[in-house]
């Protein structure tokens, strides 16, 4: 059973653009979430999206948004990039019924984006 | 507000010794689930364990063990005769019961065995 895919892995940027990063979750999850992880701040939780809706969302400007596709594949976006979003961002896929709420998370390898 | 505390940055110890990484927690909620999870340094994260708020058994799992107490708020994870492919990032991370996979994490603890 394939994991959780991200892409891409590794991409370079620089200040004012934007970028789309890309998840694929395990086959048959309907639940996917976004983090953002950076040496600072540490792992934090950008938003989750269930059957193509918002489920959730964390303390991250408007610049940071997502969505959902209905074969469950999910994309951020990041527009008007600064330094700080320098990060390694890990999408998660959770199985049903519900998705997620106590359960078990599973992780990509991530995308590193640096911003120059 | 939620919070989960790890206070060791870094640990390191030489293979076959035993390790205990600490985790405290802050919730004021009454269900709440509880998570270990494991970043080796290709990235991703992997799942060690979960436990819900009313759960408090200890559970062991190979040369894995946990010990969860709410009297202190803490679930604290031990490896037994610790080996190199430990190594690794080890998270703690909290979850309301009604947050889906909004996981709060602590800041994580570099585990490095030396051979």
């Known amino acids: 059973k394939a994991g959780v895919t991200q892409t891409p892995r590794y991409l370079i940027k620089t200040r004012g653009q934007q970028v789309t990063l890309s998840c694929s979750p395990i086959s048959g999850h309907r639940s996917v979430s976004w983090y953002q992880q950076t040496p600072g701040q540490g792992l934090q939780f950008l938003f989750e999206y269930f059957s193509e809706t918002q489920r959730n969302k964390g303390n991250f400007p408007g610049r940071f948004s997502g969505r959902q596709f209905s074969n469950s594949r999910s994309e951020m976006n990041v527009s008007t990039l600064e330094l700080g979003d320098s990060a390694l961002y890990l999408c998660?896929?959770?199985?049903?019924?519900?998705?997620?709420?106590?359960?078990?998370?599973?992780f990509g390898e991530g995308s590193r984006l640096t911003v120059l | 507000a939620q919070k989960v505390t790890q206070a060791q940055t870094e640990i390191s110890v030489v293979e076959k010794e035993d390790v205990t990484l600490d985790c405290v927690y802050e919730?004021?909620?009454?269900?709440?689930?509880l998570f270990w999870y494991k970043q080796p340094p290709s990235g991703e994260l992997v799942f060690l364990i979960r436990r819900n708020s009313f759960d408090e058994q200890n559970e062991i799992s190979g040369r894995y063990s946990w010990n969860f107490q709410k009297s202190t708020s803490s679930f604290n994870f031990t490896i037994t005769a610790s080996q190199v492919v430990d190594s690794a990032v080890y998270f703690c991370?909290?979850?309301?019961?009604?947050?889906?996979?909004?996981?709060?994490f602590g800041e994580g603890t570099q585990l490095t065995v030396n051979p």
């Open positions: 991370a909290l979850s309301r019961e009604t947050s889906g996979s909004r996981l709060t």
């Open positions: 919730t004021r909620d009454t269900t709440y689930y």
């Open positions: 998660a896929s959770s199985p049903p019924p519900t998705g997620g709420a106590g359960g078990e998370l599973f």
